[in-house]
């Protein structure tokens, strides 16, 4: 069993890595099992095809999402509380960024990476709010905040930013992110006080 786990984690990798550079399109079952170091019939054997890899994928990364959850502990100080949240979401967005990227450069293609991303979003949000409404009921937030619209505001922020680093890295419009959670998260905080 150990060894099925250590190929359906290579395979993973490999086609992680792949979109990074050819996209989804781009990323054969081939490929995959080249960098793999398998027979492509392993991927068939495991994940039927490409999509099947990609759908185990993001159930990783749903996983992770629900880690980052346990991780996110407010404080009671509304400041330090969303640096902190700022900083998981922009590592976990960070560390899965080849989902991501490929939903920004191929969704409006395959269905199934838009659904991808809309899962990861949806999760990361729902967690989020869930967040949020802790912190409004031991007021660190205000009661006349709202959440849902915040919450969306909040992700929209951190999750720009995060894609800029991706793709611009030498823009004006990318913020270091120390810079941005020092100026943009602070400011973003006071308001919801």
């Known amino acids: 069993?150990?060894?099925?786990?250590?190929?359906?984690?290579?395979?993973?990798?490999?086609?992680?890595?792949?979109?990074?550079?050819?996209?989804?399109?781009?990323?054969?079952?081939?490929?995959?099992?080249?960098?793999?170091?398998?027979?492509?019939?392993?991927?068939?054997?495991?994940?039927?095809?490409?999509?099947?890899?990609?759908?185990?994928?993001?159930?990783?990364?749903?996983?992770?999402?629900?880690?980052?959850?346990?991780?996110?502990?407010?404080?009671?100080?509304?400041?330090?509380?969303?640096?902190?949240?700022?900083?998981?979401?922009?590592?976990?967005?960070t560390t899965h960024r080849s989902v991501f990227l490929i939903g920004l450069r191929e969704s409006y293609q395959f269905p199934e990476i838009a659904d991808a991303v809309r899962q990861l979003q949806q999760r990361f949000k729902k967690i989020l709010v869930d967040k949020f409404t802790e912190m409004a009921e031991s007021g660190e937030i205000s009661s006349t905040v709202d959440i849902k619209n915040e919450t969306d505001n909040f992700v929209l922020m951190i999750f720009g930013n995060v894609v800029l680093s991706f793709a611009y890295t030498d823009a004006e419009l990318y913020i270091p992110s120390n810079q941005f959670l020092e100026n943009n998260v602070r400011l973003f905080a006071s308001h919801l006080k």
């Open 1 to 93: 069993m150990a060894n099925n786990n250590t190929t359906e984690e290579r395979l993973l990798t490999a086609f992680s890595d792949l979109v990074l550079k050819y996209g989804y399109r781009g990323t054969t079952t081939k490929k995959i099992a080249d960098v793999a170091g398998v027979n492509e019939s392993t991927i068939f054997r495991h994940f039927k095809d490409k999509h099947g890899i990609l759908n185990e994928l993001v159930n990783k990364y749903l996983q992770d999402a629900d880690q980052a959850a346990n991780d996110f502990k407010p404080i009671g100080d509304i400041e330090l509380d969303l640096i902190q949240g700022a900083k998981i979401y922009e590592t976990f967005t």
